[in-house]
C-alpha cells in the first residue's frame, strides 16, 4: 500500500520543503539567485496544483502503516488549492524580485531544469482533498495550510537544507589601505554583492528619479502617492546636500543603506560592506536591533541578525605606508580621483580623527562580541594583496551558494587547462636550461680535465727531459765519435757480419774515460 500511495503522491502532488521541493526547485533557485528580472509561470497559470510537504507527506506513510486503512488509494495533500500564478507569485515575493511572466507550454520544455515529470505535474488543474487524512490519519501537521500561508519557513529550510545562507562581511580601513581591491576579490569569490558608499547612493537617488517621473506618465496614476513622496524625499536629499557642503547626511545614507542590505540579493547571497559604516554612531544607527522580539521571554537582540556583519576586517597599517604607496600610483591613474595628495591626507587626517576615541566603530562590533580581525597590509608583498584575501578566506570558510554554473565551471577547466599547458611549458623549459648547464658544466669539466691532463703531460715531459740532460752530453762526448768511425769503417769495408764487425771495432777502439 505505501508503494502504491508513493506512487500515486509522485505522480499528481507538488512536493516542497527542506530539500524535497524537487517540483518547485526551478522556480525557488532561480529567484534565489535575483539574475532574471521575473520568474516563469507556464501557460496561463490558472491551474490549481495539488501541494504537501515533503515531511506531512511521510508522517501519512507512517500513519497509513500504521492503521493499514481499507481504502486502496488515499490522496496526499495539503489543504490549500492555489493555482500556478499564486504559487510562483509567493515563491518570487519571498525570495526573488517579486516579478512574474507567463510563459507557452513549448518555451517551458525548452528549459534543461524542468524535466517531463516536473511539467507533467505542474501542468494537473486538480482540486483534491484528503479525506482519509483528516478522519484516519494521526499526527502533528508541518504545514496544513499549504506552501503560500507557510512559505517563510519554507523558504528558511530551503536555504539552511541547501547551504544557502548568506556570507555578511565588512571591510574597514584608512583611506588608500585597498579595501576596494579586497572586498571585490572577496566578491568575486564568494559571489557577493560589493557595496560602496557612492554605488549604494547613486543607485538609491536614481531609484527615487524613476518612482518620481512615474507620476508624469500616464501609467504611474495608480502610484501617485508613490511618486510623490519619491519627489518630496529627493527635494529632502537635495535641501540636505546643499546645506552639508556637498554631503549627505548619515540618517539618508544610513537609510539607503539599511534598505539594501534588506533586500532579496543581499538577504540570499550575502554582501562586502565597503569601508561603511565609518563612526560609532553609524554602526550603531544601521545595524541596532529596532523590532521587539515575537516571543515576549526571549532576550532583545541588540543589532539585527538579519544586518550584522558575521566577520569584519580591519586593514591597518602606519601613515608613512600610506603615503608611499600613494605616491607610488601613477600620475594617470591618480588624476581627476580623491587620491591626489591634498584629498588623500585629508582624507587621511579625518580618518585618523575619528578613530581615537574609545567609541570607535570597531569598538562598536567588540562590544557586541564581533571581534574585528586586524590584518597589517605592509606584510603582504603580493601586487593585488591576494595574501591579505586569503587570510580573509581562511576565516570565513567556503562558499556558501550553489558552486559555478555549467559556463562557470567551462571556464575554471578552461584556465585550469591553460595553467596546466603553461605549467607543463615551464617546466619543459626548466628541464631543458637545466640540460644545458648540465651540458655546459660537463663539457667545462671535461675541458678542464683536459687542460690538466696536458699541464701534466708537459711536467712529466720537461722533468724527463732536464734529467736527461747528462746522459745526453757523455753520448755526445765519448760514445757517438767513435760510433761514426765505426759505422764509416763498415760502410768501407762492407764485411758479411756488419753488426760483429762494427762490435770489434768498438772495442778495439773504446776510449778510455776516467
Not at 227 to 239: G, P, S
Not at 407 to 435: D, N, W, Y
Not at 454 to 483: C, D, F, G, I, W
Amino acid at each position: 500500500l505505501i508503494p502504491e500511495i508513493t506512487q500515486q503522491s509522485s505522480g499528481i502532488n507538488a512536493e516542497y520543503g527542506g530539500a524535497g521541493e524537487d517540483i518547485f526547485h526551478y522556480f525557488f533557485k532561480v529567484a534565489w539567485h535575483g539574475e532574471s528580472e521575473a520568474l516563469n509561470i507556464i501557460g496561463s497559470g490558472e491551474n490549481i496544483v495539488p501541494t504537501i510537504h515533503v515531511k506531512d507527506l511521510g508522517n501519512i506513510m507512517v500513519s497509513v502503516a500504521d492503521a493499514r486503512p481499507k481504502t486502496r488509494y488515499i490522496v496526499a495533500v495539503d489543504d490549500s488549492m492555489n493555482s500556478m500564478t499564486e504559487i510562483i507569485t509567493c515563491i518570487s515575493k519571498n525570495l526573488g524580485t517579486g516579478n512574474v511572466m507567463n510563459i507557452s507550454r513549448e518555451e517551458a520544455l525548452l528549459i534543461p531544469e524542468i524535466t517531463q515529470r516536473v511539467f507533467d505535474i505542474l501542468s494537473v488543474n486538480l482540486r483534491l482533498e484528503g479525506t482519509w487524512i483528516k478522519e484516519g490519519a494521526k499526527f502533528e501537521w508541518v504545514s496544513e495550510t499549504g506552501l503560500l500561508e507557510n512559505i517563510g519557513a519554507v523558504v528558511d529550510e530551503y536555504k539552511r537544507t541547501r547551504g544557502l545562507l548568506p556570507i555578511r562581511l565588512c571591510v574597514l580601513g584608512p583611506p588608500a589601505s585597498g579595501k576596494s581591491l579586497v572586498a571585490s576579490q572577496l566578491c568575486q569569490h564568494y559571489k557577493l554583492h560589493h557595496l560602496k558608499i557612492a554605488d549604494i547612493i547613486h543607485q538609491a537617488i536614481d531609484k527615487l528619479e524613476k518612482q518620481a517621473a512615474r507620476a508624469e506618465s500616464e501609467e504611474g496614476e495608480e502610484d501617485d502617492e508613490g511618486a510623490q513622496q519619491a519627489q518630496e524625499t529627493l527635494d529632502l536629499l537635495n535641501e540636505s546636500k546643499q546645506e552639508n557642503n556637498d554631503r549627505y547626511e548619515d540618517q539618508y545614507i544610513i537609510q539607503f543603506f539599511m534598505e539594501k542590505l534588506m533586500s532579496m540579493p543581499c538577504q540570499n547571497q550575502g554582501f562586502v560592506l565597503d569601508g561603511f559604516p565609518k563612526t560609532y554612531n553609524q554602526a550603531k544607527e544601521l545595524f541596532g536591533n529596532k523590532e521587539e522580539p515575537e516571543d515576549e521571554e526571549a532576550p532583545r537582540l541588540e543589532y539585527n541578525e538579519k544586518l550584522m556583519p558575521e566577520v569584519v576586517v580591519s586593514l591597518d597599517a602606519d601613515d608613512e605606508f600610506l603615503k608611499k604607496r600613494i605616491m607610488n600610483l601613477p600620475e594617470s591613474v591618480v588624476a581627476g580621483t580623491h587620491n591626489t595628495e591634498d584629498l588623500f591626507l585629508k582624507r587621511l587626517a579625518e580618518f585618523r580623527s575619528i578613530n581615537t576615541d574609545d567609541q570607535t566603530v570597531l569598538n562598536y562590533f567588540d562590544e557586541l562580541e564581533v571581534h574585528p580581525e586586524h590584518i597589517d597590509i605592509a606584510a603582504d608583498s603580493s601586487s593585488n594583496m591576494s595574501q591579505v584575501v586569503e587570510k580573509i578566506v581562511k576565516t570565513v570558510g567556503k562558499p556558501r551558494n550553489y558552486g559555478p554554473t555549467e559556463e562557470e565551471r567551462l571556464e575554471l577547466q578552461r584556465i585550469a587547462m591553460e595553467k596546466a599547458i603553461k605549467k607543463e611549458a615551464l617546466e619543459k623549459m626548466e628541464l631543458q636550461r637545466k640540460e644545458e648547464e648540465e651540458r655546459k658544466e660537463t663539457k667545462r669539466r671535461k675541458d678542464e680535465w683536459s687542460a690538466r691532463v696536458k699541464e701534466v703531460k708537459e711536467q712529466e715531459e720537461e722533468v724527463l727531459q732536464a734529467q736527461s740532460y747528462p746522459l745526453r752530453n757523455y753520448l755526445m762526448k765519448h760514445v757517438m765519435p767513435t760510433l761514426n768511425q765505426g759505422l764509416i769503417e763498415v760502410c768501407k769495408v762492407r764485411p758479411e757480419d756488419a753488426i760483429d764487425y762494427l762490435a770489434e771495432y768498438l772495442f778495439e777502439h773504446n776510449p778510455q774515460v776516467d
